[in-house]
């Protein structure tokens, strides 16, 4: 115990460190609530962060799971990387303001530990960057792969469907490294959505796009070993789906958030079930609290996403 509050100590000074080396309009706590395009010329920064950066090979992640398990802060600046030296920075920037249901262009532009660009990245998932984005209560998720231009620096478009606050999880493997997920906040304008509150869900089946998912975990105990199962079926004939197709190299995707945002937990399917009808997979919940789970399968050439929210103790 009191080893652990040494390292949060010197996890705090390093952080304060990091901080006041941080150059730009995000180092002080108003980058999160930093209005995108507002009085920033046609660039608007929202960056830097370091939210929810880890490195996905340290000794401390258990059996493939790739989770953040950093005892994290409050909402801003929980700087919590876990080995000095993997300090790499994801500048998001927007082409102009971004207003909701229009084509944003984002550049996310990443750097390494003195700043320079990171040059080459390593492929995970079939990918070289993989970008998450949720809002503020988790009611909108979506994950889309920006493309590399050079120099670290890649570009996608994409829409956001309101008004209100998004976060952006971008999750890559410089070339010899293990993965690392950084996020940042940014903020849409127009109409914002009514925000819900986080419920876990009572019953985990859920039917999307014609199929009826089923959602089991092993146990829902944090700092344990999760398996999730999803059982997918047609949900008209209620027959398992044994042709699930590969997404992303795997059986399916699955990502996890708590319900704060602040950890990003990245899951790898267990070996063995390639077509379904069940798609194993396993993490580990860092603490107690409401998560939201998305999972993603292909099914006859279409991707679909199914989505629980549990309960961990
Ligand atoms: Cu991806």
Same mark, same amino acid.
């Given at each position: 115990? =009191? /080893? /652990? ?22 180092? #002080? ?11 920033? @010329?046609?660039?608007?920064?929202? #960056? %830097?962060? *370091?939210?929810?950066?880890? @490195? ?11 989770? &953040? ?28 303001? !971004? ?23 390593? =492929? ?8 998450? !984005? ?15 231009? +050079? ?9 956001? %469907?309101?008004?209100?606050?998004? /976060? ?5 493997? %410089? ?6 997920? !950084? ?5 849409? &304008?127009?109409? $914002?959505? @009514? ?11 859920? +039917?999307?796009?014609? /199929?009826? $998912? ?10 344990? @070993? ?26 399916? *995707?699955? !990502? ?6 602040? *950890? ?50």
């Amino acid at each position: 115990m =009191i /080893k /652990k509050l040494m390292l949060m100590a010197v996890g705090l000074l390093l952080v304060s460190g990091l901080l006041t080396a941080c150059k730009g309009p995000g180092t #002080s706590d108003d980058h999160a609530e930093g209005h995108v395009g507002s009085d920033q @010329e046609n660039t608007a920064v929202i #960056s %830097p962060t *370091h939210d929810d950066e880890h @490195e996905e090979g340290s000794a401390d992640h258990k059996s493939g799971s790739h989770g &953040d398990n950093s005892h994290a802060g409050h909402d801003s600046h929980s700087d919590m990387h876990s080995a000095a030296g993997d300090n790499y920075k994801v500048d998001f920037s927007f082409n102009g303001p !971004v207003r909701a249901a229009e084509n944003a262009e984002l550049t996310l532009e990443v750097t390494d530990s003195e700043g320079n660009p990171v040059q080459d990245f390593d =492929i995970s998932h079939e990918k070289l960057m993989h970008l998450i !984005v949720v809002n503020e209560d988790l009611s909108f998720f979506e994950h889309i792969h920006p493309d590399y231009e +050079e120099n670290g620096r890649f570009t996608v478009t994409t829409e956001f %469907p309101y008004g209100g606050r998004y /976060k952006l999880f971008a999750d890559f493997v %410089p070339k010899g490294q293990g993965g690392m997920t !950084v996020s940042d906040w940014m903020e849409a &304008d127009g109409e $914002v959505a @009514e925000l819900q509150p986080l419920m876990a869900d009572e019953s985990l089946i859920a +039917e999307v796009d014609g /199929k009826e $998912v089923e959602l089991t975990l092993s146990n829902t105990l944090s700092n344990e @070993e999760a398996i999730l199962t999803f059982d997918i079926r047609d949900a008209a004939t209620k027959q398992g789906i044994q042709d699930l197709e590969p997404y992303l190299g795997a059986i399916g *995707h699955v !990502v996890i958030l708590s319900e704060d945002t602040e *950890h990003y937990l990245h899951v790898h399917p267990l070996d063995g079930q390639d077509t379904g009808p069940k798609a194993e997979f396993v993490t580990s919940f860092p603490e107690s609290g409401v998560y939201k789970i998305w999972g993603q399968f292909q099914h006859n050439g279409e991707v679909f996403t199914v989505s629980f929210a549990v309960e961990v103790q």
